[in-house]
């Protein structure tokens, strides 16, 4: 249970978290200014509005999610998710493709030639990139009466490598990375600083994830994400409705603890799929919601591949319905190499085409070229009666490469498998996604 501790009475208990590690693994000799451990601003978690706690960007009058920038996100999180779900049929499935295309996109700030068309192209375009900062603004002021909080953090071997300072620059004004520096080839403490950042910005969710085999002899670059979001849901369900229902599952019915509400939720239903949204925060603002769709006819599989796409795009008529859905509390520890690939990134994984050059150099050397040795996602999710909590956490190596219907009734009973996603703002940022096949 999270304890809460906003200024103002509060009733938030479950929230959602995401944390996003990547890591570039490089060789050679250098160093960087200090052997620093990043530190938490004071304001983690301690007052009533969101917070951005490391190097806060600028407020800006110009700061929104833009049109162009959810649409970059959103077709990214599709195709990232149909991408791991084809590799996980029929399970259940949680990631943050919000905090996976924040890392993809520091990494592509450092690459070019091929592999950074490649990136740019699965992350749907420059905008990822250039938009990321205001968009970010704009989520951490949607709702007060909502926890969310976003930090970048970047850790380099200080004791042979130097972060390029034009890289170094960059990820800080668009992304608001802070740098700091560790000593790599101590893997169990440099481990520890990690893992106590995680504690930190998780609220203690994640224990340990990152392991000092992570760390390969010739690491360079920790650049780490983490995203907390803590609320209740607009409208609770009530706990006196939760009973044991059958849940129509990959592996046959099984029974749930299927939650109800009376309370009319925003619902949709053609021929393809069945959708509602169950709205959080107490302020009325309808700024984060987790946002299902139940389909109809075919497979999760066909939905995410043919149907998804368009159906988180549409704006549909407004219709008000109750709702039965399942509890549902399930992880995924994912190697997410082969969705990368399947989205067309390659050239990144490829230690012989040189096109990761920004980042970092060696001391005394102009320069170092980097690729991405292994991509690993940890996540955790939990819905319940008064909201939802979760946890992800990824990896990313990285190696040197000079080195080796309508009409229907408007209630919806959730009883089969559905796709998820928790987005935000007027244009439905996705933050998570997965899906639901055994609650």
Not at 6 to 27: D, S
Not at 89 to 115: H, M, Y
């Amino acid at each position: 249970m999270v304890e809460c501790r906003n200024v103002q009475k509060c009733t938030i208990r479950n929230g959602i978290c995401a944390f996003l590690v990547v890591t570039f693994m490089i060789t050679g000799t250098g160093c960087v200014d200090t052997h620093d451990e990043i530190r938490s601003d004071p304001r983690n978690i301690s007052n009533n509005r969101t917070s951005f706690i490391y190097n806060a960007i600028p407020d800006s009058v110009l700061a929104y999610i833009s049109p162009e920038y959810s649409t970059a996100i959103n077709t990214f999180a599709v195709k990232l998710t149909q991408a791991v779900y084809s590799e996980n049929v029929n399970k259940n499935l949680v990631i943050s493709p919000f905090s996976v295309s924040r890392n993809l996109s520091a990494i592509t700030t450092g690459a070019n030639g091929i592999a950074k068309q490649e990136l740019l192209q699965a992350l749907g375009g420059q905008a990822a990139i250039d938009q990321a900062a205001n968009a970010l603004r704009d989520l951490l002021n949607g709702d007060n009466s909502v926890i969310l909080q976003c930090a970048d953090a970047l850790w380099i071997d200080s004791m042979r490598y130097v972060l390029n300072p034009s890289y170094k620059t960059e990820i800080n004004k668009k992304f608001g990375v802070e740098v700091a520096g560790l000593d790599l080839q101590n893997k169990t403490a440099s481990s520890l600083v990690i893992n106590r950042w995680i504690d930190r910005n998780t609220n203690n969710y994640v224990a340990n994830i990152f392991k000092p085999s992570m760390i390969q002899d010739n690491s360079a670059i920790v650049l780490v994400n983490a995203i907390y979001f803590e609320a209740d849901w607009k409208s609770p369900f009530d706990i006196e409705k939760t009973r044991s229902e059958p849940f129509n599952s990959p592996d046959g019915a099984v029974n749930v603890d299927m939650m109800g509400s009376d309370y009319g939720f925003m619902t949709y239903k053609d021929s393809s799929y069945q959708n509602v949204k169950v709205y959080y925060g107490t302020k009325g603002k309808d700024y984060f919601c987790l946002d299902i769709y139940m389909p109809i006819k075919g497979s999760i599989e066909s939905f995410l591949d043919s149907v998804c796409q368009t159906a988180i795009a549409a704006v549909h008529e407004k219709s008000f319905g109750a709702l039965r859905m399942p509890r549902f509390f399930f992880e995924s520890d994912l190697d997410l190499v082969p969705s990368l690939r399947k989205l067309g990134i390659n050239e990144a994984f490829n230690q012989s085409t040189h096109d990761i050059p920004g980042i970092a150099s060696y001391k005394d050397t102009s320069v170092t070229f980097l690729y991405i040795q292994s991509v690993n996602h940890y996540a955790k999710i939990k819905a319940d009666e008064e909201g939802t909590k979760a946890v992800a956490v990824t990896n990313t190596i990285m190696g040197d490469a000079t080195c080796s219907g309508g009409g229907d009734s408007p209630d919806i009973v959730l009883d089969k498998p559905f796709v998820y996603f928790i987005r935000a703002g007027q244009n439905g940022l996705v933050l998570f996604s997965g899906v639901v096949n055994k609650p």
